[in-house]
Structure formats: C-alpha cells, structure tokens
Nanobody, 130 residues
C-alpha cells in the first residue's frame, strides 16, 4: 500500500485547508487511515483516523469540532477538512494505513514506528500564520 499526501499550504489563522491522502493498492476498505502531524521541535502526534470498513472516526481533543475526516472508497482517498485553523496546527501532516481506527492504535503505531525507524516520507506542510 502506498499513500501520498497533498493539499497543504499557507493560511491565516481562522482559515481552512483540505488535505488529501491518495491510497494505491488493494484492500482499501479493509483498514483504517490515520493522519499524524509533527510540529517544529515536537514529537509526532496522532490527529484523526477513519475506519474504511465501518466509517468510525476518531479525533484528538485539540482538533475536535474543527477537523473532519472523510473517506471515498470509490476513489481510494481520505480527506482531512481543517477549519478554524490555529497557529498551533502548523506542522507537517502525514497519512498512514493503520489496522483499526482508535486513539490506542495511533499511539501504538507511533511507538512501533519509532522502534523500527519507519520512514514517514515528505508529508504535506501546513503553515498557519497569526
């Protein structure tokens, strides 16, 4: 499975951006897609995820009510609509395929990624100016 992020950019505080994760490979409907981000000088954190099998979603507290994740099984894409952006949302955003969608799974994924030296790729840069 290969994933490519797009849609980042520079926006003023209060603005919106829509990120997209294009997924190639089989079995899109069998796993979850998670969005992670890494702000300058900070560790990677899980932002949101969606299960492609049942549509269940999860959002970290800091983005609840502002971000919306959605999946298009026909196009094999997962979008992250980000509204009311804040300067603290500035980060490189990455999407990854994870087994299921949950806070626990995303934290476990980050732990395993650190241990195994997983490559995160380029991601997509989101910069929110104040």
């Amino acid at each position: 499975v290969q994933l490519v992020e797009s849609g980042g950019g520079l926006v003023q505080a209060g603005g919106s951006l829509r990120l997209s994760c294009a997924v190639s490979g089989r079995g899109f409907e069998d796993y979850a897609i998670s969005w992670f981000r890494q702000a300058p000088g900070k560790e990677l954190e899980g932002v949101s995820c969606i299960s492609n099998s049942d549509g269940s979603t999860y959002y970290t507290d800091s983005v609840k009510g502002r971000f919306t994740i959605s999946s298009d099984n026909a196009k094999n894409t997962v979008d992250l609509q980000m509204n009311s952006l804040k300067p603290e949302d500035t980060a490189v955003y990455y999407c990854k395929a994870t087994g299921v969608c949950s806070d626990y799974m995303m934290r476990d994924f980050l732990t395993i990624a650190a241990r195994t030296g997983l490559s995160w790729g380029r991601g997509t840069q989101v910069t929110v100016s104040s």
